[in-house]
């Protein structure tokens, strides 16, 4: 992979542990070394099945399970990044679970200190489904609890959630002023980023598209714009249905073209 970057002049990749964490750290630590070697980043996706709205012990137990092996698994990795998705609140009403994923996120938060992963950073993911916690309010507030979390903005999952809502540069300078007064100008500026055009329905996210796309959105160029413009260094991982190196290549290409 550090190999297919170099080719692709690509600087970053995302290893998901989506279905669970598994790696040996003998192994994880090959792979970092060849990312260190080609001089590229590498960051992880902690499980899909966590859910820190739960309101059962056992699960709560297990959420810390899938998350802090992937931070061991990162560390292997010589990595800096770990996405987390927040979670859903079920059958709770939406502040009840709020409370509860908080909680849950604070002895996060603790036992990431206690175990000794404070040079790595928790990036908490913008979802798409209306049904799941993740607006942009939700995520700045979850990024208060510790100086390591951060936002992973996934703009595709913003877009749809609200039904198309990222136009033009204004549209996204105002979702990144609002990131500017939440969460302050030092974690906007290493914000993580998920990009991809997603098609959705009334209740948001249905799949993931490629650039072809002209129907859904969002569109890219304005974002590239407004990065350069701020002078954000954000870690963009594109999450293109089947054309992930092509639609990265072009993001970066118009980033570079525009900062000039
Ligand atoms: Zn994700």
């Given at each position: 992979m550090p190999q297919w970057l170099a080719d692709h002049d690509l600087d970053c990749f995302e290893y998901s542990f989506g279905r669970g964490v598994r790696i040996q750290q003998?192994?994880?630590?090959?792979?970092?070394?060849?990312?260190?070697?080609?001089?590229?980043?590498?960051?992880?996706?902690?499980?899909?099945?966590?859910?820190?709205?739960?309101?059962?012990?056992?699960?709560?137990?297990?959420?810390?399970?899938?998350?802090?092996?992937?931070?061991?698994?990162?560390?292997?990795?010589?990595?800096?990044?770990?996405?987390?998705?927040?979670?859903?609140?079920?059958?709770?009403?939406r502040g009840a679970a709020m409370d509860i994923l908080m909680r849950r996120l604070e002895e996060v938060a603790r036992l990431k200190h206690e175990y000794g992963y404070d040079d790595t950073y928790l990036c908490l993911e913008t979802m798409g489904k209306q049904a799941q916690i993740g607006t942009l309010d939700e995520v700045i507030r979850m990024c208060s609890l510790d100086k390591t979390f951060i936002p992973c903005v996934d703009f595709g999952h913003l877009n749809a959630r609200d039904l198309g809502v990222f136009f033009t540069k204004d549209d996204y300078k105002r979702a990144i002023d609002r990131l500017l007064e939440g969460v302050g100008e030092e974690k906007t500026n290493i914000m993580h980023v998920h990009f991809s055009k997603i098609e959705y329905s009334a209740k948001g996210e249905v799949r993931h598209l490629t650039?072809?796309?002209?129907?859904?959105?969002?569109?890219?160029?304005?974002?590239?714009?407004?990065?350069?413009?701020?002078?954000l260094q954000p870690y963009v991982i594109c999450e293109s249905a089947g054309t992930q190196t092509r639609d990265a290549s072009l993001m970066r290409r118009c980033y570079y073209a525009v900062k000039r």
């Open positions: 003998s192994t994880a630590e090959g792979i970092g070394a060849e990312f260190t070697r080609l001089g590229k980043e590498i960051s992880v996706h902690a499980p899909y099945f966590i859910n820190l709205a739960t309101q059962e012990e056992e699960k709560a137990e297990n959420n810390h399970r899938y998350i802090f092996d992937s931070l061991a698994a990162l560390t292997w990795f010589g990595g800096k990044r770990c996405v987390v998705h927040p979670g859903s609140p079920l059958k709770l009403d650039f072809d796309d002209e129907k859904y959105g969002p569109p890219y160029e304005p974002l590239m714009e407004v990065f350069a413009e701020y002078k």
